[in-house]
């Protein structure tokens, strides 16, 4: 019998990977299991984009950067206004030198693509974990809007990007990082 | 060694329950694990309510389907006018008679709420199969409104239901739907 709360408690976000790619028959089959999640009607909006490149990659962080400091720039209360300073350090790449990034994304159209595309995410996480991968969904890595950038990657027009996530070996599986304890806010019995 | 591809593809939705409680204890458990799914800079948005209680659970399936109905009477393109004809059954129940629900909620003013409680509704599925329980998200038990209602339930003014969730013992497991090939738009690698 499996101990599922382990495999529950197991998940971790990792941002620190093996110089070491991932082969893209395995990214293909986590995708696969991705597509087991539920979704509203059965809409199954999800559509993958798989960069198993890292020169691609770091452009795309670099171009994610920039577009989100020329947002702080024109409006400070800019949601991503408190992630300014990291923005702001050259180094600094959002997706964490991963080998390889899948951006889950899908018709803008769909009523419920981001709770749709965030349950395909979580199929995505523990399809991973079996397969001795970690990953971690970056949203600092979604501010994709150079037309040439999104020919690139082909990511057709009336679609949007919603989980940005990275994959690797992972180099190091950081501790859990404190949680709240659960709040219920009442119940009735 | 855990078989996990078998864990993911175990997860069905279930909409049809013995006739047997939840004890509350069992609920507190798989709220606890659902707080283990990652969230947007931490932010573990997640509040719960819990409703074990049939008599109220019909009567907000009840209220949830006039406001619906209400709805699709002033605005004929609501997002649930393909529902109206289920919606005017007065046997359906939205909640499928499930003996439990579990409302997740949280502010409405966290800005990535939607995606944060649908990745803690993900582990509330998963973590509810090891239990022997089945789930399903119950997107059309989400519409209370009414004022009394809010208060008897104690949602806070300023919070939103994200996912309705019933949680009960399987009377009969559905086989899988046919689901759609993975849709992979381009591979760069």
Same sequence: chains 1, 2.
């Avoid at 206004?81 to 159209?109: H, S, T, W």
């Avoid at 501010?143 to 690139?152: K, S, V």
């Avoid at 027009?157 to 690797?168: L, Q, S, Y």
Wanted: proline letters at 7%; charged letters at 25%; glycine letters at 6%.
């Amino acid at each position: 019998m499996v101990d599922f709360n382990e495999f529950l408690k197991k998940r971790r976000s990792i941002r620190d990977f093996e110089d070491k790619g991932v082969p893209l028959d395995i990214v293909k089959e986590i995708i696969k299991d991705s597509c087991l999640a539920p979704s509203s009607g059965h809409g199954q909006p999800w559509r993958f984009i798989i960069i198993n490149k890292k020169g691609l990659i770091k452009r795309l962080s670099d171009e994610s950067k920039a577009n989100m400091l020329n947002s702080i720039e024109k409006n400070a209360s800019s949601s991503v206004k408190q992630y300014e300073a990291v923005l702001r350090l050259e180094d600094y790449n959002v997706f964490y030198n991963a080998p390889c990034l899948v951006y889950i994304v899908g018709p803008k159209e769909a009523r419920t693509l981001y709770v749709d595309c965030a349950l395909a995410a979580c199929y995505f996480m523990f399809s991973s974990i079996q397969r001795g991968l970690g990953t971690c969904w970056i949203n600092l890595g979604s501010d994709i809007r150079n037309p040439e950038t999104l020919e690139e990657i082909g990511l057709p027009e009336n679609h949007r990007i919603v989980a940005p996530m990275i994959v690797g070996y992972p180099k190091s599986i950081p501790n859990p990082p404190d949680r709240n304890e659960p709040q219920i806010l009442m119940v009735i019995s």
